[in-house]
């Protein structure tokens, strides 16, 4: 009798693709889920079986989860600056409910959910972990709250249909392979290749490498706790250690001029009202500042005593991201790109 297959929904994207190319090597037969216009050259060169749908296409779902004990759902949009947030609900929490009744009628043995490290409350002055509670809505703008209430929905899930899932609260994720790249990869790249000139003071957030991350998703998949949430965080990295981390990597200087966090407050409010003047979105948002320094230090001891997972200091993974925007750059001028 063959193996089980293991799945992965958004195996295109950054943390879905070293999770894939992590459970390659394990030798178990891997399927994916991707829609027809996905990139898929983070994962082109791996042995997978290539299913193609969406989340809204139930017949895909079940097709490419039927046989699998392990289903990973690493299928998010992450556009936080968006205007209009309805695409974010609509993918974070209408797609996802037709993939966990999928899931539902199929029967994995584990259901694997990349939630965010955005939906463990604050603890102001302390260390938060997974026991507190969600509370800063307003904070966090549309994007929080949607991967807040996905987070929710999965765990009811969990607790009012059987499905033993868990949901992973993963931090910013940096390392090599950030093919868009994330917004906060874009940092890194800007530091590498010597385009930012500053640095904002004050500002930093939990991290963690993104092999790391996809190691404790495979953790989870073979001894996660269904109802439970587990923290994938290394540590609170600072604006200024990752700047400075990524331009040593690319042999640079790192940025000297620092931005103080009070002034990034009106800055953000001008870029927010010049882009609603000419009908588009803005990264630069008071949301977006908000997501750079409210967030509380977080204890992932859990995923070490349930899990089994120690991550490796997230800097490497950062310098490692650093040298490969480094080398896509040298291949892109190679190309005449």
Known sequence: MADPAKL??????????????????T????????RRTSDLRAIADLPVEIHYGDLFDDHALRTAMR???????????????????EP?????IVGLRHV????????????????????????????ADETVAFDWPRLGGPYVR?????????????????????????ANTYGPGDWQPTPHGSFVAAAAL??????????????????????????????????????VSDRFLTNTELLTA????????????????????????????VARVRGRDSRFTVTSVNLMHVMSRLDHGKAERELGWKPEPVLDAVARAARFFLARRSRRAAAGD
């Open 8 to 25: 992965v929904v958004g195996a295109s994207g950054f943390l879905g693709s070293h999770l894939t190319r992590r459970l390659a090597a």
């Open 27 to 34: 030798g178990a037969p891997v399927r994916v889920l991707v």
């Open 67 to 85: 046989d699998c004990d392990e289903i990973y759902h690493c299928a998010v949009d992450t556009r936080a600056w968006l205007r209009d947030p």
């Open 88 to 92: 974010l609900f609509r993918t974070n």
């Open 100 to 127: 966990l009744d999928a899931a539902c009628a199929t029967g994995p043995r584990r259901f694997v959910f990349t939630s965010s490290a955005a939906t463990i409350g604050r603890r102001p002055g302390g260390i």
């Open 146 to 170: 949607s991967r807040v209430e996905a987070e929710n929905l999965v765990l009811r899930y969990a607790t009012e249909r059987g499905l033993p899932a868990v949901a992973m609260c993963v």
């Open 194 to 231: 010597g385009r930012l000139p500053f640095r904002f003071a004050g500002t930093g957030s939990e991290s963690v490498g993104v092999e790391d991350a996809a190691r404790a998703l495979i953790l989870a998949g073979a001894a996660g706790q269904p109802g439970e949430r587990y923290i």
């Open 246 to 273: 990524a331009a040593h990597a690319a042999g640079r200087e790192p940025p000297r001029v620092a931005v103080p966090l009070p002034l990034l407050y009106p800055a953000a409010g001008i870029a927010s009202a």
